[in-house]
């Protein structure tokens, strides 16, 4: 059973889990119990179990807020076989697929789950998107740092739309990595056809002209939406800042004595 942790020296998480399994979406059977459908796209929908559980320690103080939430994940799977058709997809297919997604996140709306967004999908292997939303990290209250990044993008400015703007940001965490923000204040669930058109096409060109492995829908309480595009696989709880711990500290420390009093 997955855990958060939370260090109390410097705030940070870390989520104690199990190893993942290669392919989420392959370990599902063909019928679904939701299925999403558009003109250009069909999404089919997969609760993830156990997933994420609540942390045994309390998230309270200047920093952080209380949380009784245990977080949601499921996966929205487009194929039954293992391949990725986002390399052929046009600008129409991928709009499409960010409308259903706007539509599915509106749904997951109505349940408490906690205001921190991620939806992510690897480019290549098996084609589905990975959603995760949970109450960690919650920050408290302020400014949307979207809306102050978009103000200063200076040279880091890869492309600009309408709507849209692609920038690297000003202190990234990977190696590659390129982040997709509206210009205006927005939230996934207020996107329109227009809108998503408009994201699609941009994200279509960035696909074609670097090598990103991951690529991510992110919205945080502050409520406005970023795509992020990195050069590796990255993790939806990487992408939220949280270590992910493969071993429970109590089992490793319970080895470390058997084998001292060897």
């Known amino acids: 059973m997955n855990e958060f942790r939370l260090d109390n020296s410097d705030l940070s998480f870390a989520l104690v889990a199990g190893k993942e399994k290669n392919c989420k979406a392959c370990d599902h059977p063909k019928e679904a119990p939701i299925v999403l459908e558009a003109a250009r796209a069909k999404l ?149 056809s227009v809108l998503s058109f408009d994201l699609a096409g941009l994200i279509k060109r960035l696909l074609n002209a670097g090598k990103f492995e991951t690529i991510a829908l992110v919205e945080r309480e502050y409520g406005h939406f970023t795509v992020k595009l990195y050069g590796r696989d990255v993790s939806n709880m990487e992408i939220l800042g949280i270590r992910t711990i493969n071993t429970e500290p109590e089992l490793l420390a319970k080895a470390l004595r058997e084998r001292l009093s060897v």
């Open 44 to 192: 089919k929908v997969y609760d993830i179990k156990d997933s994420i559980q609540p942390s045994k320690y309390a998230l309270e103080g200047d920093t952080f807020k209380h949380s009784n939430a245990d977080g949601y994940e499921e996966i929205l799977v487009e194929n039954d076989d293992h391949r990725d058709r986002l390399s052929v997809y046009s600008a129409e297919d991928l709009s499409d697929l960010l409308m259903l997604i706007k539509d599915r996140t509106n749904s997951l709306s109505a349940y408490e789950f906690g205001k921190n967004l991620v939806i992510s999908r690897r480019v290549g292997g098996h084609g589905y998107f990975d959603i995760t939303i949970t109450e960690i990290p919650h920050l408290n209250g302020g400014t949307c740092r979207v809306c102050q990044n978009t103000k200063n993008t200076a040279n880091r400015e890869i492309k600009k739309t309408e709507n849209f703007v692609a920038f690297v940001p000003y202190s990234p965490h990977q190696e590659i990595e390129v982040e997709i923000a509206p210009i205006k204040h927005l939230k996934i669930g207020d996107m329109d």
